[in-house]
Nanobody
């Protein structure tokens, strides 16, 4: 069992940066790939980024590639999402996930409660 708690969301101006953190509990954290999804009210959740258990492999949605960076520190059971050059379109609730690997929601077993990111234009 893994529990995930996100932090670091907030309000930022377009062009600014934020770093999201996701603290995981559970001894099996390092066995899981981790990722981030986001959702805007009225729209489906969309994949943002993923990182494998060892941190060597990463995957990004085209919409964030080159601007966002996912990383993890297994000694702290934490995964990060560094978001730079933020756009109004990045406004969403961001969810941390743990489980398999890939861009599909069904590939992840555990979800956090979400943290709001609002980018003002």
């Amino acid at each position: 069992q893994v529990q995930l708690v996100e932090s670091g969301g907030g309000l930022v101006q377009a062009g600014g940066s934020l770093r999201l953190s996701c603290a995981a509990s559970g001894r099996t954290f390092r066995r899981y790939a981790m990722g981030w999804f986001r959702q805007v009210p009225g729209k489906e959740r969309e994949f943002v980024a993923a990182i494998n258990w060892g941190g060597e492999l990463t995957s990004y949605a085209d919409s964030v590639k080159g601007r966002f960076t996912i990383s993890r520190d297994n000694t702290k059971s934490t995964v990060y999402l560094q978001m730079n050059s933020l756009k109004f379109a990045d406004t969403a609730v961001y969810y941390c996930v743990a489980g398999g690997w890939g861009p599909s929601e069904s590939q992840y077993d555990y979800w956090g409660q979400g943290t709001q990111v609002t980018v003002s234009s």
